[in-house]
């Protein structure tokens, strides 16, 4: 009935267990606080220089300097993504796995999405070659790292 140090034998698995993650979840969490920190990054350099941030991207500088506005507001959602990746990532027990799996599943998704938007503008020919696959490997990668942590954070 009972083993090692008084603890009640049975196979159940500790509830201690059942919260860490593994290290496989561990590495994956890793990967993904380093997507949301730099999702603050991008969006601090597209709040503070969005027309070298479309540069970054193969815009022109006609073209960057007329939708600087639109690359501000890009700014501003990549900063709340990372930072709810991270409070999330941060919080542990508090947020809990279900509220790191939902932050990860929401930044995999808005990474699909952007990578659509990369292929779109490639295929339409508004962005060369060398930046419109950098812009789809770069977004696609992201979203496989974002899915990856999320099935992680549920274990």
Same mark, same amino acid.
């Given at each position: 009935m009972f083993g090692i140090r008084g603890r009640k034998s049975t196979n159940e698995t500790p509830a201690e267990d059942l919260i860490a993650p593994s290290s496989w979840g561990r590495t994956a969490l890793g990967v993904a606080a380093l997507i949301g920190a730099g999702r603050v990054g991008v969006g601090v =350099?597209?709040?503070?220089? /969005?027309v070298t941030a479309l540069r970054l991207c193969g815009a022109d500088t006609g073209t960057a300097a007329r939708v600087a506005w639109m690359t501000r507001l890009f700014g501003t959602r990549e900063i709340g993504l990372g930072a709810g990746t991270l409070a999330a990532i941060r919080a542990g027990e =508090?947020? !809990? /796995? $279900? !509220? $790191?799996r939902m932050w990860l599943t929401i930044g995999a998704l808005v990474d699909v999405g952007d990578a659509l938007a990369f292929a779109a503008a490639l295929r339409d020919r508004r962005l060369g070659v060398v930046h419109g696959a950098g812009g789809i490997a770069i977004a696609s990668s992201s979203a496989a790292a974002c899915a990856a942590a999320a099935i992680a954070a549920g274990r």
């Open positions: =350099v597209s709040l503070s220089q /969005p =508090v947020a !809990g /796995p $279900r !509220g $790191r």
